[in-house]
Each structure stands twice: as C-alpha cells, then as structure tokens.
C-alpha cells in the first residue's frame, strides 16, 4: 500500500500526487491514446474516431460517476464528502462508467453509419488493459479490498488503512493486528489483462463483428459476480450482495443472446452463399 505516489515542492508549494487519481487517469490516457491507433488501424476514420472516442470517453466518466451516486447515495451532498460534479479523480463505478459509454457509442454508430460492433471489437482489448491499470491505483491506495481470509496470498495492510479500519469497527481486529484479506485488486487487474489478450485472440480469428466486446461482456460480468463473494462491498452501498450480483447477471445473459444471434446469422448467411 503506498497511496502517495509522488511529494515533490514547487516553489515552496507541495505537490501530492496520490496513486488511485494518476493510476485512473494514467488508464484514461491510455484507453483513449491506444484505442485511436488501433481504430485507425483497422481504417476507422480519423472523424469517427475522434467521435466515438470522444463520446464514449465522456460517458464513461459521467455513467461511472452517476452509477456511484445511484449506488452510495449517503457519500454525496451534506451527509458525505463528495459531490455528484466533483472532479477529482474518486468516486465512480468501472461498470457504470461500460455501460453508458456503450450506449453513447452505440448511438453515436447508428447516426454516424459507423460498424459500431467492429469498433468495439478493436477497443475493447484495451478497454480491458485500462482496467488492469487503474487497479494498481486502487492497491495502492488500499481501497476495494477483499474478506479477511487465510489463503497464502493473503494481503496484509498497514496498520489504519481502509482494511484494518473495517476490521476494527466489526470486532475482527484491534489496533496492534492486521489481519490479511483477499487481494480482489489484483485479482481483477489478472483477470482484465487476460480477457483483453483472449479478445485479441478472438479478433484475429474473425468470426463476426462484434464477436470480442460481446465475449468481454460475459468475461467481464462471471468475474464480477464470482469476485463479489471475496471482495468487501462498501458499507456506503445501497443494494445487497444479490441485487449488485444481478445487474452482472443480466450484463452477463444479454451479451450471451447477442452473441448468440450474431453466430447464427453468420451461420445462416453461410449457408445460403453455400447453396447459392
């Protein structure tokens, strides 16, 4: 844990630089830089690039955020410490922040005439890069950590750190101990980078667009809800273990009939070229 990546002095002025803001911004730069010369790559134009990009990246920060505020509602306005505008780099949800961007990018797509679906294929790897990213950010800072558990890659905190604060307030700890806990950072950042070299993968066997972000979506969603069984779900939460579950369920059931469909189209489409 090392929430404070950088203390340097300009002018006789500290500066702070805190691991969670750059790792989440460092992921934003990176998502953002690496999916326009991979969408220009595979000849999207500099246009449609810009557009969906830049939309999608605007509705990523506003659905993070929105989604956060739907969820912890207590952490806003005069009970909490942040404000549903504020712009400092805490306070958003990773799958609000998918959910509307795919969205704004598919409308964006529909009024562009823009292959929405290949655009997602060659982003979405490293949409699921990004992730990993940003939680390194949120390791250090030591937020997002899992049940206190015995397994031998157990995590150990430093004493007052999110962790061992929870552990103090539920009687599992005291003080002087820091009992480990489940290192869900990491095991999510492992899990992002392999869905994003397994869509990869994917896209280079080309079985139809859109074949990859609808594999990322069913990837993404079994982790999410496997995870949430080791991860320590905020007190400031407004929705239960199952009700925050279920909303992984369906992201998990609709990406699965999409690409179901996709398949059978292809499959179909084939068939009569074949009889042709």
């Known amino acids: 844990m090392h929430p404070e990546l950088f203390i340097f002095s300009i002018f006789g002025q500290n500066i702070v630089i805190m691991a969670y803001s750059f790792f989440y911004m460092f992921a934003i730069v990176f998502v953002i830089i ?4 991979s969408a220009r790559h595979n000849n999207f134009s500099v246009h449609q690039t810009l557009c ?7 509705a990523g920060l506003l659905g993070a955020r929105l989604l956060h505020f739907i969820f912890n509602p207590s952490m806003y306005g005069s009970s909490g410490s942040l404000h549903l505008f504020d712009l400092q780099m805490h306070g958003f949800t990773i799958v609000g922040g998918l959910i509307f961007a795919v969205i704004v990018g598919w409308v964006i797509g529909k009024l562009s005439n823009i292959d929405i679906w290949k655009f997602g294929d060659v982003t979405i790897p490293f949409v699921a890069f990004g992730i990993a990213i940003a939680r390194v950010g949120c390791f250090l800072n030591g937020c997002c950590f899992g049940h206190v558990t015995h397994v031998p890659w157990g995590v150990q905190f430093p004493i007052l750190s999110f962790a061992h604060q929870y552990q103090i307030v539920h009687g599992f700890s005291n003080i002087f101990v820091v009992l480990p806990v489940h290192p869900t950072q ?13 869509v990869i993968f994917i896209n280079k066997k080309n079985i139809f667009a859109g074949a990859g972000i609808l594999f990322f979506g069913m990837w993404f969603s079994i982790f999410r809800i496997v995870n949430m069984y080791f991860r320590q779900l905020p007190e400031s939460l407004t929705l239960s273990v199952r009700q925050y579950t279920s909303i992984y369920i369906l992201i998990f059931i609709g990406s699965l009939l999409i690409f179901i469909y996709k398949y059978n189209q292809i499959n179909k489409n084939n068939i009569l070229t074949t009889m042709k």
């Open 186 to 198: 990491i095991y999510e950042l492992i899990y992002a980078v392999l869905g994003g070299a397994i």
């Open 34 to 37: 690496t999916s326009y010369f």
């Open 52 to 58: 969906l990009l830049g939309g999608g990246a605007v």
